[in-house]
């Protein structure tokens, strides 16, 4: 089965600090997502990597940075968090194969963060 | 550019009622399409996929979809809901032409209550 983790579940930090969220997948994925999700909006992106060291942005980088060091981990950081910012936040990861756009993505369980 | 509209935010049906959540796509070539579910306090699933091929779609717990390219419509069914059906339910799309990462666009989500 296809895993993919986040490093908590729940998460409190007060403003102006400086967050990370952990990703890791397991299945050796080229593709790793960074969404948020609020009610209402349903999902947003956040940053995609399709590679190490890859990043692109997506629809709502503002506030957001990501980083790609390993394949399996992807990392989005929080320079310095905000109130806006609080949100759940939702992992993926999807393989990449020529041709095969239709592959689904593999969500991780969350993080739902607040920030105070 | 693509773009997916679910209609009705929360739907209401009674234990052993036809659900019938509905999503519509804008794309100007048929893309490809999906539908997750989310369970409280969890990451999304895969339910079922459209890719190429048979129009009518079978996912897991019983759910379908049909892909309608003349009213670029993706709605989903199942014939009889259960207590467990309860969740949320999210249509996306991806694009037939896979550049970078293929991401997917999700609608705003539909939230199923099943009343007893």
């Known amino acids: 089965d296809v895993k993919v983790t986040q490093s908590s579940r729940y998460l409190v930090k007060r403003t102006g600090e400086k967050v990370f969220l952990e990703c890791v997948q397991d299945?050796?994925?080229?593709?790793m997502f960074w969404y948020r999700q609020d009610p209402g909006l349903g999902l947003r992106l956040i940053y995609f990597?399709?590679?190490?060291?890859?990043?692109e942005k997506g629809d709502i980088p503002e506030g957001y940075s990501v980083s790609r060091e390993k394949k399996e981990r992807f990392s989005l950081i929080l320079e310095s968090a905000s109130t806006n910012q609080t949100s759940m936040y939702l992992c993926?990861?999807?393989?990449?194969?020529?041709?095969?756009?239709?592959?689904?993505?593999?969500f991780g369980p969350g993080t739902r963060l607040t920030v105070l | 550019a693509q773009s997916v509209t679910q209609l009705g935010s929360h739907v209401s049906v009674s234990e052993g009622a036809l659900v019938l959540l509905r999503c519509n796509y804008s794309s100007s070539v048929p893309p490809y399409l999906f539908w997750y579910v989310q369970y409280p306090n969890q990451g999304l699933q895969l339910l079922l996929k459209?890719?190429?091929?048979?129009?009518l779609v079978k996912g897991i717990n019983g759910f379908e979809a049909e892909f309608k390219k003349s009213e670029t419509s993706f709605h989903l069914t199942k014939p009889s809901a259960h207590m467990s059906d309860a969740a949320e339910y999210f249509c996306?799309?991806?694009?037939?032409?896979?550049?970078?990462?293929?991401?997917?666009?999700f609608g705003t989500g539909t939230r199923l209550t099943v009343i007893p």
């Open positions: 299945m050796d994925h080229e593709n």
């Open positions: 459209y890719t190429t091929g048979a129009t």
């Open positions: 990597s399709y590679d190490v060291k890859m990043k």
């Open positions: 996306a799309v991806s694009s037939r032409y896979q550049t970078g990462a293929n991401n997917l666009f």
């Open positions: 993926a990861s999807r393989p990449y194969e020529p041709g095969q756009g239709g592959n689904e993505q593999f």
